[in-house]
């Protein structure tokens, strides 16, 4: 059983769209974070929040915004989504011991 | 400098055989942790083992143990009697620090392709 969850799991969407990517998890825990993944290579981290109301931009710049209203909640949204922003999306969050728990990510193409 | 080095872009092993996936790190904390991610092809990252920087045993997960020679800040993931289903990437990371409230996020590698032949 998933305790983070991601939807949708793929999306073709036009250039130009609006897309949030939604990420939810029933742990508790206070940090998650957003990566960025092309197929079989790194992964590249664009925003992260340590608890609600915090959010921080990762590593890799990104025109990506995060939110974290909630726990439990941490959506990605690209206002105007374009065809560079092809990829997929990983979310994770994190326990006391520190590890990530992924949930099974977000492929997205823009067409 | 690199925080994690996994030097082998792809493997491929042959059935049964084990299989060591190596991974160095660079840090100069004293507390740290080491995690091996597993993703296949469906993408997923599904977490395999876990050694923590005072951990005085290697850590084991079934047919995953960790390698860990900290003197040479190494972390290799021995793969035992080796199954098709462990074809996928593999992903070395790396959590500095020891504080909770701190900044504890992972650094990645950038993997390893592991193939299985059958």
């Known amino acids: 059983e998933a305790d983070i969850y991601q939807t949708p799991r793929y999306l073709v969407i036009g250039t130009g769209k609006k897309i949030t990517l939604e990420c939810s998890q029933t742990m508790g825990h206070d940090k998650m974070y957003w990566y960025q993944q092309d197929p079989g290579m790194e992964l590249h981290l664009i925003h992260y929040?340590?608890?609600?109301?915090?959010?921080e931009k990762g590593d890799l710049s990104s025109e990506s915004t995060v939110s974290r209203i909630r726990t439990e909640h941490f959506p990605l949204t690209l206002e105007s989504a374009r065809p560079s922003h092809t990829s997929q999306y990983l979310c994770?969050?994190?326990?006391?011991?520190?590890?990530?728990?992924f949930g099974s990510g977000t492929r997205l193409t823009v067409v | 400098a690199q925080k994690i080095t996994q030097t082998q872009p792809g493997m491929f092993v042959q059935e049964k055989e084990a299989v060591t996936l190596d991974c160095t790190y660079d840090t100069s904390d004293q507390s740290y942790g080491l995690f091996w991610y597993k993703q296949p092809s469906s993408g997923e990252m599904i977490f395999l083992i876990y050694q923590g920087s005072y951990d005085e045993q290697n850590a084991t997960e079934g047919r995953y143990s960790l390698n860990f020679q900290k003197a040479r800040k190494s972390a290799n993931l021995v793969i035992s009697a080796s199954q098709l289903g462990d074809s996928a990437m593999y992903f070395c990371?790396?959590?500095?620090?020891?504080?909770?409230?701190?900044?504890?996020?992972?650094?990645f590698g950038t993997g390893t392709r592991l193939t299985i032949i059958p």
């Open positions: 994770a969050s994190q326990g006391n011991n520190y590890g990530y728990t």
């Open positions: 990371a790396m959590r500095e620090g020891g504080k909770v409230d701190g900044n504890e996020k992972l650094t």
């Open positions: 929040s340590y608890g609600v109301n915090s959010t």
